[in-house]
């Protein structure tokens, strides 16, 4: 039983910096890959960053240089550290988990949180 908790969203300007969090329970096998997502109005899911087990991360390109995604084992918590915000980022971000190594494509997730809104203004 996998459960994922997203907190962090806020209604910020652009420029600023914002950090999600995802307090994730589980077992280790259905938690070996984790990514954040974000939905915008009349828009598809668009993966923004993943990670795995081994430490591998892949960002997408409009968040390169901007966005962080890092994991604590300890707390059981994934991270988005997003800086230089800009009023584009806007949107309701899921964070996911797989049980293999996978890709930014939503489809290839199990497990997803119920969303955290981040509104950017300019």
């Known amino acids: 039983h996998v459960q994922l908790v997203e907190s962090g969203g806020d209604s910020v300007q652009a420029g600023g910096p914002l950090r999600l969090s995802c307090k994730y329970s589980?077992?280790?096998?259905?938690?070996?890959?984790m990514g954040w997502f974000r939905k915008a109005p009349l828009k598809v899911h668009d993966g923004i960053a993943t990670?795995?087990?081994?430490?591998?991360?892949n960002n997408a390109d409009s968040v390169k240089g901007r966005f962080t995604i890092s994991r604590d084992y300890a707390r059981n918590t994934l991270y988005l550290q997003m800086n230089n915000l800009k009023p584009e980022d806007t949107a309701v971000y899921h964070c996911?988990?797989?049980?293999?190594?996978?890709?930014?494509?939503?489809?290839?997730?199990?497990?997803w949180g119920q969303g955290t809104q981040v509104t950017v203004s300019s």
């Open positions: 996911a988990a797989a049980g293999g190594s996978v890709s930014e494509n939503p489809a290839l997730y199990d497990h």
């Open positions: 990670i795995t087990d081994d430490g591998t991360t």
């Open positions: 589980g077992p280790s096998y259905s938690l070996r890959s």
